[in-house]
């Protein structure tokens, strides 16, 4: 069982088509801060991003928003957080999430999702960091890209323990619990001329 004390949540700045996205970035956003962990995101107030981060505050947790300047003077940081970090831009962002969390979760979003998992995922790969990842699931969201995944894993350029590792959640209880539960595979180059 490891500690988590915070989490870093990807998600869409878009609410997508249906309510039910709505619904699990609120749940999730609760969950995190009903089980005492604080919730480490991009700091906007729109979309899902926005979504997960009231919820969090408004079951009473910590809500910690990492956002670029750039956006900031767009307006568009959430108004209601514990702390907002403003960082230089995209990279830093991303730098300062990693830092702050013991593990990640993608809740259902866009290109801006997609890159933050994936680099997340990258840096477990080469053991940057060992923290557990996890998509959280949504009416079969993360299917299609799951089948992509396995395709990868099928011809040989992701590491079957990479994809093993990967947590998948549909309810906010088998989240918590997978996440606290985890074992960080081996990363990628320990051994000699390892390949996948
Ligand atoms: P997307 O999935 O393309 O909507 O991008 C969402 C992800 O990118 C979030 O997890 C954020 O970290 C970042 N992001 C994209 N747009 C914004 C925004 N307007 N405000 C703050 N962060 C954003």
Redesign the pocket.
Known sequence: MSEISRVT??????PGRHPSYREAAEAVGTALARAGMGLV?????????GAVASAGRAAGGEVI????QA?VD?E??HPDLTRLEVVAD?HA??MR?AELCDAFV?LP????????LFEAWTWLQLGIHSKPIALYDVDGFWDPMLAMIDRMVEEGFIGERFREGLVIATTPEALLDALRTWTPPIPKWTQPASSA
């Open positions: 949540v990807f998600t869409g700045s878009s995101y991009g700091g906007g107030d729109v979309g899902l991003m928003g990492v956002i670029p956006l767009k568009i940081a995209m962002r991303k999430m993608a979003g866009g290109i801006g999702t997609l890159e933050e």
